[in-house]
């Protein structure tokens, strides 16, 4: 599988019509693989920047264990997965500094 842009509904629409048309052994490995390590299945699946990178290698464990468990129980019933995408803007991008 080719991986998708990650923070593109199309990639992820994608990337889920592949994973469900999968025979159920293979989809098995799928959701075994995201409960066992979520990051590295994202990371394995989605091209993603430097900066999308550094913000999943951050997030927290109780997030991680969530997204793992709510993702893999959602692929593993091939229910359709719905991604909101919230736009990352700094708080300031251009305050300075004064002294």
């Known amino acids: 599988m080719q991986k998708k ?3 593109h509904q199309k990639g992820i629409t994608l990337l889920q019509q ?3 048309a999968l025979p159920d052994y293979k989809l ?3 959701v075994l693989a995201i409960r066992s390590d979520f990051k590295r299945w994202i990371k394995s699946k989605f091209e993603l920047s430097l900066e999308e990178t550094d913000f999943l290698d951050d ?3 109780q997030f991680t264990e969530y ?3 709510k ?3 959602y692929l593993a019933q091939r229910k359709p997965i719905r991604f909101t995408i919230v736009e990352f803007q700094p708080l300031n991008p251009k ?3 004064i002294d």
């Open 5 to 7: 842009p990650l923070f």
């Open 59 to 61: 997030l927290g464990s």
């Open 67 to 69: 997204a793992a468990i």
């Open 71 to 73: 993702s893999s129980n």
């Open 28 to 30: 098995a490995v799928e």
């Open 95 to 97: 305050a300075k500094n």
């Open 18 to 20: 592949q994973l469900y």
